[in-house]
């Protein structure tokens, strides 16, 4: 299979790029990876294993269709993952989500319509659904974002189920619970915790710390991506879970704990705009379609992601931000 990754140089993007080359996802080790990667503040070619001679990184710019058109030609399938992600940045910067989300994934779904592409695969987000009192999402839910950064993704969400139904472009979405793991930039609440408290210095919490995310390990994710990238059916949509639901402020006891500090170390600062209570997705279709499950623990992966980072120190992050 000849593979097109898009946001390949990113922190789920090289993941998975890393995972395919090194044979370590089901099936036949891929002909040839296309990384496309605009390299932006969050992506890095120190992600990626360059050496690999099945590995080809073109920095292209995913709204740029006549770019796009030279790239996409030969792949059998593209994974999309590229796009602004961070709900802080878009509360202060919102038409480049709008841009890059929306008219970025309007101009690879063209380009792989064009082009012959077989499968596409988009990856979203589990915030498209808004926010929930209790229960989970199952993917009939409406799509309700309260963020400009969800709000942009759920519009990726319906434009590319439209190649779908209008073109019968093979498109196949994803949408994941809140992702850690090695190498994610600092600005989001694990890899910032963790390096900020190892650091010596204090960490906020946005308000009382009551907010619900569903942990998933980016290993995981990776896997259940594969498994829709071979398995899954066109039109359809997957949620991805996690399966461990904790409070921010569960979350940081947890790190205070691994980093060894104690909750002096704490600082509370004002809550986010429109910041979502609770997010909690059903991943029954996936499992029970696809037979995946998460294989980390969340104990496990936040133990291994302080090991790691004590020996990959990190710049000093930007101002403090939290999903």
Known sequence: MRVLITGGAGFIGSHYVRSLLAGSLPGPPPERVT?????????????????????????????????????????????????????????????????????????????????????????????????????????????????????????????????????????????CANNYGPRQHPEKLVPLFVTELLAGRTVPLYGDGDNVREWLHVDDHCRAVHAVLTGGRPGEIYNIGGGTHLTNRQMTAKLLELCDADWSRVRRVPDRKGHDLRYAVDDTKIRTELGYRPLRSLDEGLRELVAWHRTHPLPTPEPAHQP
Not at 49 to 77: S, T
Not at 114 to 135: K, L, M, N, P, W
């Open 35 to 175: 990384v496309v990667d605009l390299l932006t503040y969050a992506g890095s070619t120190d992600n990626l294993p360059l050496d690999d001679p099945r590995l080809d990184f073109r920095r292209v710019d995913i709204r740029d269709l006549d770019a796009l058109l030279e790239v996409v030609p030969g792949h059998d399938a593209v994974v999309h993952f590229a796009a602004e992600t961070h709900v802080d940045r878009s509360l202060t910067g919102p038409a480049e989500f709008v841009r890059t989300n929306v008219l970025g994934t309007q101009a690879l779904l063209e380009a792989s319509l064009r082009c012959g592409v077989g499968t596409f695969v988009h990856i979203s987000t589990d915030e498209v659904y808004g926010s929930i009192a209790e229960g989970t999402w199952t993917e009939e839910e409406p799509l309700l974002p309260n963020s400009p950064y969800a709000a942009s993704k759920a519009g990726s969400d319906l434009v590319a189920r439209s190649y779908w139904r209008t073109h019968g472009l093979d498109v196949r979405i994803t949408r």
